[in-house]
T-cell receptor
Framework: KAGVTQTPRYLIKTRGQQVTLSCSPI?????VSWYQQTPGQGLQFLFE???????NKGNFPGRFSGRQFSNSRSEMNVSTLELGDSALYLC????????????FGEGSRLTVL | DQQVKQNSPSLSVQEGRISILNCDYT??????FLWYKKYPAEGPTFLIS?????DKNEDGRFTVFLNKSAKHLSLHIVPSQPGDSAVYFC???????????FGKGTRLSVIA
């Protein structure tokens, strides 16, 4: 069974640009969550999608958005990039059940210059 | 406000000895706790979990202890091996389809 796949793995953008990150969950998993990891801040929850609907949302500004497609693949978008958006963005999938274990991808490393 | 706290950013242990990683939480509604391990350039991987109805869960060299009254859990690794060197994240969730809340992580270094 293939794991969670995230693309691109690395990318460099400049301030003011926008970026789209993609995540393909484990086959059969209907829930996709996104987390931001920065040095010293751990994993901070961005949002979760389940069956194409945003089910939970973290405390991030509206520049951060996401969506999920009918095949459970998900994208997240960050507009008007700021230097502080430089981080590792992690996608995780689960079957969607309560207290479910999350399966993480390797992440997309975003650097904003 | 950090609901899940890992107060030790780093820990260094000799190979063969016990590693104890600690985690405190503030939300009394948390009923499920997990530990994840993360190597550089990889995503976190699930290690072990514990439900609030238990106070201990064991899986091979890994044991998690939960003290609900103290709102504290710990991960014990015995014996520690160099391959255990990684960042360990504590996570918790409340009942229902809610997101996992993670701590900031503890970097464990096992020295041969």
């Amino acid at each position: 069974k293939a794991g969670v796949t995230q693309t691109p793995r690395y990318l460099i953008k400049t301030r003011g640009q926008q970026v789209t990150l993609s995540c393909s969950p484990i086959s059969g998993h209907r829930s996709v969550s996104w987390y931001q990891q920065t040095p010293g801040q751990g994993l901070q929850f961005l949002f979760e999608y389940f069956s194409e609907t945003q089910r939970n949302k973290g405390n991030f500004p509206g520049r951060f958005s996401g969506r999920q497609f009918s095949n459970s693949r998900s994208e997240m978008n960050v507009s008007t990039l700021e230097l502080g958006d430089s981080a590792l963005y992690l996608c995780a999938s689960s079957a969607g059940q309560e207290s479910g274990e999350l399966f993480f991808g390797e992440g997309s490393r975003l650097t904003v210059l | 406000d950090q609901q899940v706290k890992q107060n030790s950013p780093s820990l260094s242990v000799q190979e063969g000895r016990i590693s104890i990683l600690n985690c405190d939480y503030t939300n009394s509604m948390f009923d499920y706790f997990l530990w994840y391990k993360k190597y550089p350039a990889e995503g976190p991987t699930f290690l072990i979990s514990i439900s609030s109805i238990k106070d201990k869960n064991e899986d091979g060299r890994f044991t998690v202890f939960l003290n609900k009254s103290a709102k504290h859990l710990s991960l014990h690794i015995v014996p520690s091996q160099p391959g255990d060197s990684a960042v360990y994240f504590c996570a918790a969730s409340v009942p229902g389809n809610t997101p996992l809340v993670f701590g900031k992580g503890t970097r464990l270094s096992v020295i041969a």
